[in-house]
């Protein structure tokens, strides 16, 4: 009665058939209600509240009869306006519905493709999934909308530091889709590498804690060159965070070891470092005091420690090595060569260096050869 009422009232008002259209849900004709809402969508002004309201429901009428999904090609919409519709359905958080649009497939390929993100802000989405909805859709939504314009900086609130806020989303989720899809496409090498607001890189991030997909998340980080010899501004590197039996600290010794002199060394230090048999000729030891690097090392004097020192980066060890002169630094590199255990485990433990200072150290020690 109402419907017909509106309807004679007002013929243009959409309230008459849109009345028609929730009676028709009522008594089970779902199809009919459907065919009338995407009338109703099509031919009668309302506004974009309206609009959106109306075109919810044909989208849950269709998602409980997944057959008549071919009808939404029905709704005749042009870009801006399918635009407006998507911008007020991420507004309202209507995330969901955005994901259903975007990936519905008819016979002849996607129903929605003409639209614009470039004014949809992403931390919404980050913001408002649970870590069940990130993994089901809300990656996948994310990159379809930053494909379709959504600015990458938009996936923080702050729009500083958006790779941070992904990879906390992903830790929480278990899922990195969105991120390899940022390194493989859009980020820079300077990018992954900046400090958030805390003073934390990413692998500083994916090192705190202790969680099921640690690992594959520190393997991906390096993977991506995100570089582990960085310091964040509590003068720690992301290996100093981890516990010492952790397999994610060998995989950062193996990227922090990896160049020494320019030679790719893809071991880690247990690898690197065999203690060799002593007395022998052929020992470590005995090459090396025979290598030109380490000869002039030997006539070092202290000033020119502390200029190594300087230019390596190893400020840390200025105050520990402030009387050392050149063949003490040549035995802190025998020592490494042939008692690699002692020299990581007891020496540089006993001098008080972090888990990553003691890498670098070594690394550096290293290039002397």
């Not at 190893?314 to 020592?335: H, T």
């Amino acid at each position: 009665m109402e419907a017909a009422v509106c309807s004679k009232l007002k013929p243009d008002w959409f309230k008459g058939p849109y009345r028609r259209m929730q009676v028709l849900q009522a008594v089970g004709r779902t199809r009919d209600a459907i065919e009338l809402g995407i009338i109703i969508l099509n031919k009668y002004e309302m506004s974009n509240a309206e609009e959106l309201n109306v075109l919810k429901e044909v989208i849950e009428l269709i998602t409980k009869t997944p057959d008549e999904v071919n009808l939404l090609t029905e709704v005749n919409k042009s870009e801006e306006q399918w635009t407006q519709l998507v911008r007020q359905m991420a507004e309202n958080k209507n995330w969901h519905m955005i994901h259903w649009l975007s990936s519905q497939m008819g016979d002849d390929g996607p129903l929605i493709m003409s639209y614009k993100a470039d004014g949809i802000r992403l931390s919404g989405l980050l913001e408002t999934c649970s870590p069940k909805q990130w993994r089901e859709w809300g990656e996948n939504l994310a990159e379809t909308l930053i494909e379709k314009g959504a600015p990458v900086e938009s996936l923080d609130p702050l729009e500083k530091y958006p790779l941070h806020f992904v990879l906390n989303t992903g830790i929480k989720a278990g899922s990195y889709n969105l991120l390899e899809y940022l390194f493989k496409h859009l980020i820079s090498a300077a990018e992954r590498n900046t400090l958030d607001q805390k003073g934390n890189s990413l692998l500083h991030i994916a090192c705190k804690g202790s969680y099921k997909s640690q690992q594959s998340v520190v393997r991906l980080l390096l993977e991506n060159n995100v570089d582990p010899d960085i310091i964040n501004k509590e003068g720690l590197y992301a290996v100093d965070l981890l516990p010492p039996d952790s397999y994610c600290v060998l995989l950062l010794q193996r990227t922090m070891e990896k160049e020494v002199d320019g030679l790719a060394k893809e071991k880690t230090f247990q690898h690197c470092m065999p203690a060799p048999k002593l007395g022998s000729e052929n020992t470590a030891t005995y090459r090396m005091s025979y290598t030109r690097k380490l000869q002039a090392v030997k006539s070092w004097k202290a000033t020119e420690v502390k200029k190594w020192l300087e230019e390596t980066e190893l400020d840390f060890m200025k105050s520990r090595m402030k009387d050392i002169s050149g063949p003490e630094v040549v035995e802190l590199r025998m020592m490494l060569d042939t008692a690699p255990e002692y020299f990581y485990k007891s020496f540089l433990e006993n001098i008080g260096l972090s888990v990553g200072e003691k890498l670098k150290l070594g690394n550096k020690l290293r290039g002397l050869y």
